[in-house]
């Protein structure tokens, strides 16, 4: 039985290079660490933002959120979303946004 197709993390494209990251931030930083002198304007906008599947497949954020869904990976799911684009806050409990620093009350 095979298993089924899962994300993994964020990734963006540029110039037909794949990167990779925790969140898309981390692939950006890794574009300007290879390329130091790119210009604001040359850095990939949100249509060339995705995410890297278990199958090693570059989905944009539509199929991401399908294949997330269908994984049961969506842990912040904004109410009533159809054909919703995935956000890496959309692979994490909410929990994660509790404030450290408060008495244990959740802020």
């Excluded at 199929?63 to 979303?81: E, H, L, T, V, Y």
């Excluded at 995935?86 to 946004?97: A, H, Q, T």
């Amino acid at each position: 039985m095979r298993n089924r197709e899962r994300i993994l993390c964020a990734a963006i494209l540029y110039n037909g290079l794949i990167i990779s990251g925790y969140r898309h931030s981390n692939c950006y930083d890794v574009l300007r660490e290879l390329k130091p002198d790119i210009s604001g304007a040359e850095l990939p906008d949100r249509d060339c933002q995705g995410f890297l599947t278990s199958e090693g497949r570059y989905v944009d954020r539509r199929k991401a959120w399908n294949i997330a869904d269908m994984s049961g990976q969506i842990r912040s799911d904004p109410k009533g979303m159809i054909d919703a684009e995935l956000i890496s806050e959309n692979l994490y409990d909410n929990e994660c946004k509790t404030n450290i620093l408060s008495d244990g009350k959740s802020s």
